[in-house]
């Protein structure tokens, strides 16, 4: 699915600048980690950050471990936080004393968010951060710092590069805003 299809209004952010940024990104990271004497652990949230996770990982030349959790705080078609975050994957490790880096699409409401660092604190990390490619600080209702930002985006609906709509436009190599036709 390369091409440009209608169901695309907008390409916002393209293939080579997501790989840039990206780069710059995992420059960042590795230079404010590179004196842990711990192994630093990234936890990817399911399914939307696992491109990006996939392409950052290669820029981190520091040593890091990977787990994974899913949460779902959209119902399937909605296109809004209900607010409600649900655990549908939890993490396969014990994350006591560990130096977490949780690594995010896109913060919307920061629900998710404000959500999941609160339960890695609770579990005893002993520190969190938050990587994000995408920030969307228009509605925002939970202030969250997101210590390692992407891009911000405008207040549309975004797809590809991991983002979907309904499971769909995963797989676009850029960043998109749908069409409105499409949901
Ligand atoms: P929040 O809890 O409202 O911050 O929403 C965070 C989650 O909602 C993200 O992890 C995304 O999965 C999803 N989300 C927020 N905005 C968009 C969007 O524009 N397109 C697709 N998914 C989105
Ligand atoms: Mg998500």
Do not use: W
Request: aromatic share 8%.
């Amino acid at each position: 699915m390369k091409a440009r299809g209608n169901y695309i209004k907008e390409v916002l952010i393209h293939e080579e600048q997501l790989q840039t940024r990206v780069k710059e990104l995992g420059a960042q990271i590795t230079e404010d980690y590179k004196d842990l004497e711990e192994d630093l652990l990234l936890i990817g949230i399911l399914k939307g950050a696992v491109v990006f996770m996939a392409d950052l990982i290669k820029e981190i030349e520091i040593p890091v471990m990977m787990d994974f959790m899913s949460v779902s705080s959209y119902g399937k078609g909605r296109t809004e936080s209900s607010g409600v975050v649900r655990i549908l994957k939890d993490l396969d490790e014990d994350i006591q004393d560990k130096n977490i880096l949780i690594v995010e699409d896109i913060v919307d409401s920061g629900l998710t968010l404000s959500y999941l660092k609160d339960i890695m604190l609770r579990r005893g990390a002993k520190s969190v951060r938050i990587a994000s490619l995408l920030n969307k600080p228009h509605r925002r209702k939970n202030e969250v710092k997101i210590d390692y930002c992407g891009f911000e985006v405008p207040n549309m609906f975004i797809v590809g590069y991991g983002i979907d709509y309904s499971e769909k436009y995963r797989n676009l190599t850029y960043i998109g805003a749908l069409d409105e036709s499409e949901y």
